[in-house]
């Protein structure tokens, strides 16, 4: 029952999948410009733009460089870049790694912290402590994460000096250093992940609060802190889980504007460039990579969620 | 027996409510819900309160507690409990009485279990939180008192999760979970209004068993005064939050004293006589259907004529609502056929012709439920009005209010929001819009059951002189006897998917029963005392004579 359940989901994950790499693909077609006029320059002769053309491929008709395409990503092949002649695999790889580093330290200061906080909130909720962290949340939502890294810049690095204003880590530093480099970012990214957390956390147990069966554990003396922990939260999990990995979703593909930002040598700052540059196959693999790690984190949520309900984890008739 | 070996006047008070005043707020005013009410329970009594829905039944029952719903707070008046003015405690310490000294059952079990944890784990939280037992002890006094209650499986029912149980089952595990700490009092909250009779037979030997054998002080709650009087030693009617009459039971049974009380009791009188066969209307020939695997309906027949009630009838998982959705085609039959003024009605409600839809109507039992909270009056009964026959402006004004005349409501309910009405008007706005329609059947599906018995009533002889108007044939499905016998013509008796028997409403309420219908009609309490103690005795008798033969 369950088992055909998530074979369901993966199933529908493919299709997505699938459309994302169409879209992917032929959205960048209608990108407006030549790539093979965009390497040369505007000044290049027109049989050399030619020659380039076939060489590329980008005189076969659309479908056939899509199939071509499709096929090369079954295989782990990415193609290679059109700005240095690189298998892109090999551009990827050498980021990927920072990327993920970043999103996981990210993700561990801000899930347990945005639960912590959420669930406090909805346990003094309407006190000041609520009021406070609501208005905090608020805040933390509402200013873009641009102004929101420049200002711990400008107080963490300018003005205190604790902590180095850009993030470029370098194959060779040790673990620490790292942490050291990307504290500003990761507390940056975190912020937002926390607010959204909290919120989303304390909205999911506040409906469940106004339940029948809550009222009942009132009537039974429960006390207020196990009412939201025992009784209303395993009842929230559902939401929860999926804010959780919405967010963490957001950490891996949002970080384009952080890493700008902090110079850090992420997927986002390869995404960036190779868009200024043309890069196209590039900037195809970063869409398909960040609609994969989409996909797979929401049908996580998805299986979490079915799992955190007894009624579909044991449906009835099934006992 | 019973009632004679308890004497109310001796042993000490455990609950003493003098003069409660409680108060809710709409909008930004206050209006009282609770006025100077005042009682006095002891030891081992059974206390019933009975009234109407916005009574302050339950709202006393919460007070008992020290418990006032959201919106709703305390405006005077004492609640002792042995002795201590539970409204004047420290929130700890009030904390700690309930669900220890004072006990709560809630009128619905199904949601008032948490849907995410397991049985056991909530019956027997209470006492093992404050460490009174060790949750092994815990776990095998909730065991034997499952038991007690006659719960299937009682060593491993409490690994079950809610939605694994039926609603009887589950209004008994929360007896038990009641009982656990032995409290000095108990508040039953209408703890049999959402079951079926035969379900609320156990349910109601169950308390009384439990409350017996501890000695529990107990305020039983209903507005079913039959069911009342099978366990209160004394009753206590209420209306609009006042004292209307107290008395001990058999003497407030034999000689209410107050007009309002003799009109509760005098309710449910009204009955159509049957009226001639007509026309075929609707045929329903060998119909099945299912949930998947489960099968809901089993070869189901039957026949209604133009102008006449068929009234179905069987307890909840029976299949009256699947045959509802099967007519109405928001369920497909796996087979069967389903016959509409003498055409055949496609299985699927979409592949059927406007005009049959449009002949089809239904009622359901939850105005709440089908009314949507943001259309008002206009909108609710405009829409029929202007899907079917393209009425606008004026024209549709003038039918809308015609209708709601029709339904004995008027145009000054036109702009009312769900939310600003009674539940008898909500059901009324329901009716008219089934009727704008113009139909010539109409299924109600508990169409009354979620009411008062006075507003039952009003809705009945409603839907009765609307058929005589009209020639509207009703599909009347219900779990209650009493609205049986006032408003069908024939009856359709079902129990697990089958008809069991089918007749004319004299014929098939009168004896000889089938072994089924006698079962579901010897489980409707009646105004004694001692039914209760009559109908347990003759069942035990029935199961021992078969032991012997």
Same mark, same amino acid.
Do not use: W
């Given at each position: 029952m369950i088992a055909l359940l998530i074979a369901?989901?993966?199933?529908?994950?493919?299709?997505?999948?699938?459309?994302?790499?169409?879209?992917?693909?032929?959205?960048? &077609?209608?990108?407006?410009? *030549?790539?093979? &006029?965009?390497?040369?320059?505007?000044?290049?002769?027109?049989?050399?733009?030619?020659?380039?053309?076939?060489?590329?491929?980008? *005189?076969?008709?659309a479908h056939v460089r899509y199939l071509q395409w499709a096929g090369g990503l079954f295989q782990g092949d990415f193609g290679d870049s059109l700005a240095n002649r690189r298998p892109v695999l090999d551009l990827l790889s050498e980021r990927i790694g920072n990327?993920?580093?970043?999103?996981?330290?990210?993700?561990?200061?801000?899930?347990?912290?945005g639960l912590i906080l959420g669930l406090a909130s909805a346990i003094y909720r309407s006190r000041p402590f609520d009021h406070a962290t609501s208005l905090a949340a608020l805040l933390a939502i509402s200013v873009p994460e641009f102004l929101t890294a420049y200002i711990l810049v400008a107080i963490f690095a300018v003005e205190l000096g604790w902590l180095p204003a850009v993030s470029m880590v370098q194959p060779s530093q040790g673990i620490l250093d790292r942490f050291i480099l990307i504290s500003l970012p990761a507390a940056t990214l975190a912020l937002g992940v926390i607010a959204y957390i909290l919120r989303m956390t304390r909205a999911a147990i506040g409906n469940v609060l106004s339940s029948p069966y809550i009222e009942m554990a009132k009537l039974k003396g429960v006390s207020p802190y196990r009412l939201v922990v025992r009784h209303a939260l395993p009842n929230a999990l559902s939401p929860i889980i999926n804010v959780v990995l919405m967010n963490l979703a957001y950490l891996v593909v949002g970080v384009v504007v952080v890493e700008v930002i902090f110079v850090y040598p992420g997927l986002g700052q390869l995404l960036v460039d190779s868009v200024s540059k043309r890069d196209i196959p590039v900037v195809q693999a970063c869409g398909v990579l960040f609609a994969t790690a989409y996909i797979l984190l929401n049908l996580l949520a998805d299986v979490l969620s079915i799992l955190a309900n007894p009624r579909l984890r044991r449906p009835r008739g099934g006992v | 027996m019973r009632h004679e070996k308890m004497d109310p006047s001796c042993g000490e008070a455990v609950l003493d409510i003098a003069g409660l005043n409680v108060r809710a707020r709409s909008g930004n005013q206050w209006h009282p819900i609770v006025?100077?009410?005042?009682?006095?329970?002891?030891?081992?009594?059974?206390?019933?309160?009975?009234?109407?829905?916005?009574?302050?039944?339950?709202?006393?029952?919460?007070?008992?507690?020290?418990?006032?719903?959201?919106?709703?707070?305390?405006?005077?008046?004492?609640?002792?409990?042995?002795?201590?003015?539970?409204? %004047? #405690?420290?929130?700890?310490?009030?904390?700690?009485?309930?669900?220890?000294?004072?006990?709560?059952?809630?009128?619905?079990?199904?949601?008032?279990?948490?849907?995410? %944890?397991?049985? #056991?784990?909530?019956?027997?939280?209470?006492?093992?939180?404050?460490?009174?037992?060790s949750r092994a002890e815990a776990r095998a006094d909730a065991r034997a008192l499952f038991r007690l209650l006659h719960l299937p499986d009682p060593d491993r029912i409490g690994d079950r999760y809610p939605h694994e149980l039926s609603g009887g089952q589950l209004q008994r595990v929360m007896a038990a979970m009641a009982m656990l700490p032995r409290p000095d009092l108990v508040i039953f909250d209408e703890p049999t209004t959402a079951l079926d009779v035969t379900t609320q037979v156990e349910v109601l030997s169950a308390v009384r068993e439990l409350v017996a054998r501890f000695g529990t002080a107990a305020i039983y709650i209903s507005h079913d005064l039959a069911v009342v009087a099978q366990l209160a030693h004394r009753i206590m009617v209420l209306r609009h939050g006042r004292l209307v009459e107290e008395g001990e039971t058999r003497k407030m049974l034999a000689e209410p004293q107050e007009p309002y009380t003799r009109s509760l009791w005098a309710i449910r009188t009204f009955a159509k006589d049957s009226l001639p066969a007509s026309d075929v209307l609707l045929e329903v020939?060998?119909?099945?259907?299912?949930?998947?695997?489960?099968?809901?309906?089993?070869?189901?027949?039957?026949?209604?004529?133009?102008? @006449?009630?068929?009234?179905?009838?069987?307890?909840?998982?029976?299949?009256?609502?699947?045959?509802?959705?099967?007519?109405?085609?928001?369920?497909r039959a796996n087979g069967g056929e389903i016959r509409f003024s003498g055409e055949t009605l496609a299985a699927s409600a979409k592949s059927r012709t406007k005009l049959q839809l449009q002949h089809l109507q239904i009622i359901h039992q939850s105005a709440d439920a089908s009314l949507n909270p943001l259309h008002k009056v206009r909108e609710v009964i405009g829409r029929?009005?202007?899907?079917?026959?393209?009425?606008?402006?004026?024209?549709?004004? @003038?039918? =809308?209010?015609?209708?709601?005349?029709?339904?004995?409501?008027?145009?000054?309910?036109?702009? @009312?929001?769900?939310?600003?009405?009674?539940?008898?008007?909500?059901?009324?706005?329901?009716?008219?819009?089934?009727?704008?329609?113009?139909?010539?059947?109409? =299924?109600?599906?508990?169409? /009354?059951?979620?009411?008062?018995?006075?507003?039952?009533?009003?809705?009945?002889?409603?839907?009765?002189?609307?058929?005589?108007?009209?020639?509207?044939?009703?599909?009347?499905? /219900?779990?209650?006897?009493a609205t049986v016998r006032a408003i069908a013509d024939r009856i359709v008796v079902m129990h697990r998917g089958r008809v069991v028997q089918e007749g004319p409403k004299d014929e098939v309420l009168a004896p000889p029963y089938p072994p089924y219908t006698k079962l579901l009609l010897s489980s409707v309490p009646e105004m004694d005392p001692d039914w209760l103690d009559r109908l347990l005795a003759s069942r035990k008798q029935a199961v021992s004579d078969k032991a012997v033969s």
């Open positions: 369901k989901r993966l199933g529908l994950g493919l299709v997505t999948l699938f459309i994302i790499s169409l879209i992917v693909f032929f959205s960048v &077609q209608l990108l407006p410009g *030549d790539v093979a &006029q965009a390497i040369l320059g505007r000044t290049a002769p027109p049989e050399a733009v030619a020659a380039l053309r076939t060489r590329l491929g980008l *005189d076969l008709p990327t993920f580093f970043l999103a996981a330290v990210s993700a561990c200061i801000a899930v347990p912290l | 006025s100077d009410v005042s009682l006095t329970l002891r030891r081992g009594e059974i206390l019933g309160l009975v009234g109407e829905s916005g009574s302050g039944k339950t709202t006393i029952g919460l007070a008992s507690l020290g418990f006032a719903r959201t919106g709703c707070a305390f405006a005077g008046g004492e609640v002792r409990f042995k002795g201590q003015d539970l409204l %004047r #405690m420290a929130p700890a310490a009030r904390r700690a009485l309930r669900g220890d000294r004072i006990a709560y059952v809630a009128q619905s079990a199904a949601i008032s279990f948490n849907p995410a %944890r397991t049985l #056991m784990e909530q019956v027997i939280e209470s006492v093992v939180d404050r460490g009174t037992k020939n060998g119909v099945s259907a299912s949930y998947g695997s489960l099968k809901a309906l089993d070869n189901v027949s039957l026949t209604l004529q133009r102008g @006449r009630t068929v009234a179905v009838v069987g307890e909840s998982g029976s299949g009256k609502s699947t045959l509802a959705r099967v007519v109405t085609g928001l369920l029929p009005l202007e899907f079917f026959f393209g009425l606008t402006g004026a024209q549709r004004e @003038r039918r =809308i209010v015609e209708i709601l005349e029709q339904v004995e409501l008027g145009a000054e309910h036109l702009d @009312r929001l769900p939310s600003e009405m009674s539940g008898g008007q909500k059901q009324r706005v329901c009716i008219g819009r089934a009727l704008a329609a113009e139909p010539a059947l109409m =299924i109600c599906d508990e169409a /009354t059951s979620a009411l008062d018995q006075l507003v039952q009533e009003g809705i009945l002889k409603l839907l009765t002189r609307l058929q005589q108007e009209q020639q509207i044939s009703y599909l009347f499905i /219900t779990h209650d006897i």
